[in-house]
């Protein structure tokens, strides 16, 4: 009889030290709430991109790549970028994929412009540059070229 009390004993330990690690992990998690806002940025391609990537800016997290999509008519990659509230991003503002190292995935790095107008939520970043797979960028540096001549 009480070798069951300490068991359950036990067994409820564990349950409240586990549940205190799930509350723990989502108070620290980085997470863009309500308070942001969404862009759109369409891209020739987006190889390696997942959805929740980093979005930067100047080195900077402002946000996180919500989905993505394949635009039916021009076959282009449409993101769907989530960007905290307090960021306000001029309408030229650039929108590029790179790769974060050597060894890790894809972030859209952000480069504001100089317009005065401000991108808005459900705005479309106009100017993007693709993304550029590392087979690619190795055959440039060891043949000098890919491209057709």
Known sequence: MGRNIVETIVGALVLVVAGLFVFYAFSKSDRTG?????????????????????????????GSVTGFSLDPKTYQAVVRLAV?????LPADTHAKIVSESLLGGMVVVLEPGNDKQMLKNGGEIEHTQDSIPLTELIAKFMFGSTGSK
């Open 34 to 62: 309500p308070d942001g806002y969404e862009l759109v940025a369409r891209f020739g391609r987006i190889d390696g991109l997942k959805r929740g990537a980093d979005v930067t800016l100047s080195g900077v997290k402002v």
């Open 84 to 88: 905290a509230a307090n960021v306000n």
